[in-house]
């Protein structure tokens, strides 16, 4: 059933028909006559792939909102997520600034801040991924001078850091991936 919306616009099915607005197109396909699905395993592999993917995405949604400079206009930071992470799971920013290279150590989420690489204003963007959901904080950059950054102490989950700096009205950003913290359970 389609439904025209306030606007003039189509969405949803009429017939074999299927009507969509999305990024000020209207676009209509023919639904496919038949459908053959082989389900090999490298196809339940890559939807089983998808899936988590997805879920990571509804985590994070809010954490990553403009976390990823290099996209194409008009872009969707929900379609960049889902790309990067298909290639490589667990990306969580997708930018020009250097990367931080994030470590744990005595529980901690580390990384050495090089003054070199940050002005004053940047801001520091922890994001925290557990079993049900995701949590970030962001802490301005007020002093650069060279020194470890650590986070309080982790429970298990995947945690990363990102670097964000306003520069020229646009947002630059590192590129960052998740880091996976398992807490070792006494035998």
């Known amino acids: 059933m389609a439904i025209l919306k306030k606007d003039g616009h189509l969405s949803g099915r009429i017939g074999d028909?299927?009507?969509?607005?999305?990024?000020?197109?209207?676009t209509v396909r023919q639904r496919p006559s038949h459908?053959?699905?082989?389900?090999?395993?490298?196809?339940?592999?890559?939807?089983?792939?998808?899936?988590?993917?997805?879920q990571l995405y509804r985590k994070v949604k809010q954490a990553v909102k403009d976390c990823f400079e290099k996209k194409r206009p008009?872009?969707?930071?929900?379609?960049?997520f889902m790309s990067l992470n298909i290639k490589d799971?667990?990306?969580?920013?997708?930018g020009s600034l250097p990367q931080l290279d994030s470590y744990v150590e005595d529980g901690?989420?580390?990384f050495h801040l090089d003054d070199r690489d940050w002005d004053k204003g940047d801001v520091l963007r922890?994001?925290?991924?557990?079993?049900a959901?995701?949590?970030y904080s962001d802490t301005?950059?007020?002093?650069?001078?060279?020194?470890?950054?650590?986070?309080?102490?982790?429970?298990?989950?995947?945690?990363?850091?990102?670097?964000?700096?306003?520069?020229?009205?646009?947002?630059?950003?590192?590129?960052?991936?998740?880091?996976?913290?398992?807490t070792e359970k006494p035998q």
Not at 74 to 80: F, I, K, P, S
């Open 126 to 131: 922890f994001i925290s991924v557990d079993e």
């Open 74 to 80: 008009n872009q969707r930071d929900c379609d960049v």
């Open 17 to 26: 028909y299927v009507f969509q607005f999305q990024k000020g197109v209207q």
């Open 108 to 110: 901690c989420l580390c």
């Open 140 to 182: 301005p950059i007020t002093d650069i001078s060279s020194r470890i950054v650590k986070s309080e102490p982790l429970s298990e989950g995947e945690y990363c850091w990102i670097h964000i700096r306003q520069a020229r009205g646009k947002q630059m950003v590192s590129t960052q991936k998740l880091v996976a913290y398992k």
């Open 133 to 135: 959901n995701a949590r």
């Open 89 to 94: 799971f667990g990306m969580m920013s997708y």
């Open 35 to 54: 459908y053959n699905d082989r389900r090999t395993e490298e196809q339940l592999e890559l939807r089983h792939k998808f899936k988590d993917v997805q």
